[in-house]
T-cell receptor, first 115, second 114 residues
Framework: AQSVAQPEDQVNVAEGNPLTVKCTYS??????LFWYVQYPNRGLQFLLK??????LVKGSYGFEAEFNKSQTSFHLKKPSALVSDSALYFC?????????????FGKGTKLSVIP | DAGITQSPRHKVTETGTPVTLRCHQT?????MYWYRQDPGHGLRLIHY???????DKGEVSDGYSVSRSKTEDFLLTLESATSSQTSVYFC?????????????FGPGTRLTVT
């Protein structure tokens, strides 16, 4: 079975400060990891993914995430937060093994960037 | 939204009535998914499809059925709607070999069962 934990329901950060949204995962095979963002009354938008290769992956809107195999983590980061980054963020994982079609999502973290 | 449309976008229905939600994609993707989103639960997979007439159950499939008679359309049916099925429903497609990579989501359907 695969699972994702986002330990913080809400993260508050001041505009201009660095932000981190935490994610840990559990999967039996090689993890494929994803971050999505959801703005109010909208669908989810893909931000970035880790499949293989460099542990630091860069994505849309200046976001990046670091894959840490030993800590089974995939935290989302941004050096300088914008008010427009305020949204709901979801981490997701799937087992990279063949025949595994299901993506498992965390429960989401609400990010509020304070002006 | 990666060429994905959902209809209707909003629906209010009564307990016990059948409801069908439609997902339509324009880019010939093989893999399609139906999720529901509820506060405190994130997104949970209802059913998915890996080709025409090839479907399988997800985590929360009870009370739901799906059909895919052509590549571009994936239908989700609530045979007899219940209040616990009040939710926002999202359709998605996926990229990559065997659909293993990122998923792209439609705009969602807000369903209220009274």
């Amino acid at each position: 079975a695969q699972s994702v934990a986002q330990p913080e329901d809400q993260v508050n950060v001041a505009e201009g400060n660095p932000l981190t949204v935490k994610c840990t995962y559990s999967v039996s095979g090689n993890p494929y990891l994803f971050w999505y963002v959801q703005y109010p009354n909208r669908g989810l938008q893909f931000l970035l993914k880790y499949i293989t290769g460099d542990n630091l992956v860069k994505g849309s809107y200046g976001f990046e995430a670091e894959f840490n195999k030993s800590q089974t983590s995939f935290h989302l980061k941004k050096p300088s937060a914008l008010v427009s980054d305020s949204a709901l963020y979801f981490c997701a994982v799937r087992d990279g093994g063949a025949g595994s079609y299901q993506l498992t999502f965390g429960k989401g973290t609400k990010l509020s960037v304070i002006p | 939204d990666a060429g994905i449309t959902q209809s209707p976008r909003h629906k209010v229905t009564e307990t016990g009535t059948p409801v069908t939600l439609r997902c339509h994609q324009t880019e010939n993707h093989r893999y399609m998914y139906w999720y529901r989103q509820d506060p405190g639960h994130g997104l949970r997979l209802i059913h998915y499809s890996y080709g025409v007439k090839d479907t399988d159950k997800g985590e929360v499939s009870d009370g739901y059925s799906v059909s895919r008679s052509k590549t571009e359309d994936f239908l989700l049916t609530l045979e007899s709607a219940t209040s616990s099925q009040t939710s926002v429903y999202f359709c998605a497609i996926s990229e990559g070999p065997e659909g293993a990579y990122e998923q792209y989501f439609g705009p969602g359907t807000r369903l209220t069962v009274t």
